[in-house]
C-alpha cells in the first residue's frame, strides 16, 4: 500500500458540485489501495472574499486577526469535503493546520513551516481513514497563534506533509494540465512539459509563474519529494516536478518564459559614489523585510561623483520602500527617488543554456524584431530576465516562446480560475 498527498486548489472546489468531484477522485485513490492524504484551500475566491470584508470593516486589519478570519475558508473546504466523502461510503476525517501538527514561525500572515509533528495524521491513517487537512495555515510554536503561510501556502503545506509521512508523492491539482513553457491563459500555444527539474522549478516560479509556489518546490527539493502537477478537472498525466540528475538528448534548451506584471521599480537617484552608500540603502529595505530581485547600478557621472541605483521589488512593497528610501535620504545624500510600478518581468529558463551559447542573443533578438525595449537584465546559469514596458509584457512572452521553438500545434486548455 502506498501513501500519496493531494492537494486541490480553490478553483477545484469552488461549488458544491466541484466538491463532490474531487471527493469521487478521493475516493478512487483510496480504492486503489493508497492511504491518502488531501490538503485542501479556501473554496474558489473565498479567501479574496475575507480579505475584502475584513478592509471594510478595517482599514488596517491586525494581522492575527486576519489571519484567524483568512484560514476559516480552508476549514470550511475541509468539513465540507469530508462530509462528501463520508456520503461516497468512506470514512474521512478534516484536521486544521495546527491539529493536524504543522508548526510555524510567529510571523503573521507570511509565517514559515519550521516543523510537522503528524501524529494524529498517522494515527487516523491507520484506522482506515481518508485525512484531510486544511491548507495555508499553522500554528506558531512560541504564541501558539493561529498563523497563515503567504499566497500559495497549501502547496507548501502540502509538500511539507508529504516529506514528514515519507508518501510516495505529491500530487497537486489545478486548474490546467500540469506545468506549460508559458503561462496558457496568455499563450495558448504553451505545450505541456512533462518532466523537469527543481532547479528549473524554482527559477519558473521565482521568475513568476504562478503554476507552483516558491516555497512549495524549495521544501520539495529540499526533502527530495516528487510532485505531480496536474488537473483536477482530467485525467491526463501532469508535469512531475523530480530530481533530474543529468540533461536527456531530447530536452530543450529552454524549458518555458515566465512572466510577473506584480513588479515595481525603485530608482535612488544621485547616490554619493563612496564606500558604504549601497549598503545603507539596501540595509533600510532590508529593515523593511522588502525582498528585492534585479539591482543596477549605473557608472558614476563624471565630475559629480554620483550615480543612480534601480532595483525592482513586489508592487505591493513600494510605497513602504519610498517611506524607508526617505528616512536615510540626508544620512545617504542621495538625490531623490523614483517609483515605477508600470513595467513587467519576462524570464527565459532552462538548464540546457549552460551548454549552448548563443541563447542571449536569440533572446534579445526576438525582442528587437518585436519592437520591445529592455528596462533591466538579470542573469543566473539557467535563467535570464528582462524587465520591459507592462505593455509589452505579453508580446515579449511571445515573441521569446516562438524563438526558442516553444510553440505547440494544439491550445492549451484551461478548466477553470478566476485569477484573483
Known amino acids: ?32 489501495g493508497h492511504e491518502v492524504v488531501v490538503v485542501i484551500s479556501a473554496m474558489g475566491d473565498t479567501t479574496d472574499d475575507l480579505l475584502d470584508l475584513a478592509t ?21 473546504s475541509a468539513a465540507l469535503l469530508a462530509m462528501a466523502i463520508h456520503d461516497l461510503g468512506s470514512q474521512a476525517r478534516s484536521f486544521t493546520g495546527s491539529q493536524a501538527g504543522v508548526i510555524t514561525t510567529g510571523t503573521h500572515g507570511n509565517a514559515r513551516i519550521t516543523n510537522i509533528t503528524p501524529g494524529r495524521i498517522t494515527e487516523a491513517l491507520a484506522s482506515g481513514h481518508i485525512v484531510i487537512v486544511a491548507g495555508f495555515q499553522g500554528v506558531s510554536q512560541d504564541s501558539k497563534d ?51 527539474s527543481y532547479e528549473e522549478m524554482l527559477e519558473l516560479a ?48 529552454i524549458s518555458g518564459v515566465a512572466h510577473d506584471r506584480d513588479e515595481a521599480k525603485v530608482t535612488v537617484i544621485g547616490v554619493p559614489d563612496r564606500v558604504g552608500a549601497a549598503a545603507r540603502i539596501f540595509e533600510a529595505i532590508a529593515v523593511a523585510e522588502i525582498n528585492i530581485d534585479m539591482i543596477v ?11 543612480d541605483i534601480s532595483f525592482t521589488l513586489p508592487t505591493g512593497d513600494g510605497e513602504k520602500a519610498i517611506a524607508a528610501l526617505k528616512v536615510i535620504a540626508d544620512e545617504v545624500g542621495f538625490a531623490d527617488t523614483a517609483y515605477d510600478d508600470q ?27 518585436a519592437d520591445i525595449n529592455i528596462g533591466m537584465i538579470s542573469t543566473s546559469e539557467i535563467r535570464i530576465s528582462i524587465v520591459v514596458d507592462q505593455s509589452d509584457v505579453e508580446r515579449a512572452v511571445r515573441a521569446a516562446h516562438t524563438a526558442f521553438g516553444l510553440d505547440a500545434e494544439g491550445e492549451a486548455v484551461v478548466y477553470a480560475g478566476t485569477g484573483r
Open 56 to 76: 471594510e470593516v478595517s482599514p488596517s486589519p491586525p494581522p492575527r486577526e486576519l489571519d484567524m478570519l483568512l484560514t476559516a475558508g480552508e476549514r470550511m
Open 146 to 196: 493561529i498563523t497563515t503561510i503567504g499566497r500559495g501556502g497549501s502547496d507548501t503545506t502540502a509538500v511539507a506533509l508529504a516529506g514528514a509521512l515519507d508518501a510516495d508523492y505529491c500530487e497537486i491539482y489545478t486548474d490546467v494540465d500540469g506545468v506549460f513553457t508559458a503561462d496558457p491563459r496568455i499563450l495558448p500555444a504553451a505545450r505541456r512539459i512533462p518532466e523537469i
Open 206 to 253: 521565482a521568475a513568476g509563474s504562478k503554476i507552483l509556489h516558491l516555497r512549495c518546490v524549495e521544501y520539495a527539493r529540499r526533502e527530495n519529494v516528487a510532485v505531480h502537477v496536474r488537473s483536477s478537472f482530467s485525467a491526463k498525466e501532469g508535469t512531475w516536478v523530480k530530481d533530474l540528475k543529468e540533461l536527456t538528448v531530447e530536452q530543450a534548451i
Open 297 to 307: 547600478q549605473n557608472v558614476s557621472t563624471v565630475g559629480t561623483a554620483r550615480t
Open 343 to 369: 513595467i513587467g518581468k519576462v524570464s527565459v529558463v532552462g538548464v540546457g543554456m549552460r551548454s549552448h551559447p548563443g541563447v542571449t542573443a536569440k533572446f534579445f533578438g526576438a525582442l528587437a524584431e
Open 1 to 32: 500500500m502506498g501513501r500519496v498527498v493531494q492537494k486541490y486548489g480553490g478553483s477545484s472546489v469552488a461549488d458544491a458540485d466541484s466538491i463532490k468531484r474531487v471527493a469521487r477522485r478521493v475516493v478512487a485513490t483510496r480504492e486503489e
